[in-house]
């Protein structure tokens, strides 16, 4: 359990440190996806769900009729060349997405995701980047599922808790953590994450939104201690036109994921001290837009992506 965590946090921090600094978050940028992506790869490394028996209304890949018949972003390019790309099912929901380091399928039933499935290249994730950029994206094809995700909802339909399973050592799944979810109105107010087997929270993000449903404070806190512990809050700043990524808004990531509205300013306060970094950061976006008033082109702190749908 504890090589578990370590990796966590190294997922973590690692999404934290591209909000931070613009050279490493560059290399990301150019070599693999945007930021939003990186970020969620980070949450869905620990949602890995084991191959379980397929229920009656499930989608499964191979039954899937893929549509391009809608407004939804169908990939994220950088110098011209695609660097992310999303599918979908007829109803216009997203069924997989990939790129050069890690690829994810989404399985629904009777209109709920109920299971997300996760391969990724650890490579990507290690803290000195490949030298050479990957030429391939991965696919079913050419990846094997090593992390799951289940989704359960309670009686009003709304997402109530998730479990988490991971392959570490290539020898079968393991349930690794679960998350829990409190709500204010229709948002998300509190998300934990915590150990199944001892029942013990070890991670919590606390959500505070605008009138719109964006979320404008997240607070994150670690329960390693024996106190939780403010590790780091951020506060966002938005546009008024419409965010392409709500599309995942479904999985039970406020923020980036969720949101109305696209993000022009992110502040991050870290409450915990880490050698090297500054207690303070900011980082801006700009967007040129296009006539459905999605984004088209995005500046990310210098780094430029382009939109396609």
């Not at 973590?12 to 440190?17: E, N």
């Not at 939003?36 to 499930?58: I, N, P, Q």
């Not at 950088?78 to 997203?94: K, P, S």
């Not at 709304?158 to 829990?180: A, C, D, I, Q, V």
Request: charged share 25%.
């Amino acid at each position: 359990m504890q090589k578990f965590w370590i990796f966590y946090f190294q997922i973590h921090f690692f999404v934290l440190y591209l909000r931070l600094f613009k050279n490493l978050k560059f290399h990301i940028m150019k070599n693999v996806i945007s930021l939003k992506s990186v970020a969620l790869l980070a949450s869905f490394v620990l949602m890995a769900m084991v191959l379980s028996c397929t229920k009656e209304g499930s989608v499964l890949n191979d039954e899937v009729e893929y549509s391009t018949d809608n407004e939804h972003i169908k990939s994220v390019s950088a110098d011209g060349t695609i660097r992310h790309q999303y599918l979908y099912d007829q109803e216009g929901r997203i069924v997989e997405e990939n790129n050069f380091y890690y690829f994810q399928r989404y399985l629904y039933e009777n209109d709920r995701l109920v299971k997300i499935e996760s391969a990724f290249d650890r490579s990507g994730l290690s803290s000195s980047m490949p030298a050479e950029r990957r030429t391939e994206f991965m696919t079913s094809q050419n990846s094997t599922f090593d992390t799951y995700s289940l989704y359960k909802y309670d009686k009003a339909g709304r997402l109530e808790k998730t479990e988490h399973f991971f392959n570490e050592t290539g020898k079968g799944f393991e349930h690794r953590s679960s998350r829990t979810f409190e709500y204010s109105g229709l948002n998300i107010s509190k998300v934990k994450f915590y150990d199944p087997k001892t029942g013990k929270t070890s991670l919590v993000y606390e959500y505070a939104y605008d009138s719109r449903g964006n979320v404008i404070n997240e607070k994150y806190y670690s329960n390693f201690g024996p106190e939780p512990e403010l590790f780091s809050e951020t506060t966002y700043k938005y546009d008024d036109y419409k965010n392409p990524y709500q599309i995942f808004s479904l999985t039970g990531h406020p923020g980036m994921h969720t949101n109305v509205n696209n993000i022009i300013e992110t502040n991050l306060t870290r409450h915990s001290e880490v050698a090297g970094f500054d207690k303070y950061s900011t980082s801006k976006n700009t967007y040129q837009y296009n006539k459905n008033g999605y984004p088209v082109k995005v500046n990310e702190n210098g780094n430029l992506f382009e939109y396609n749908y």
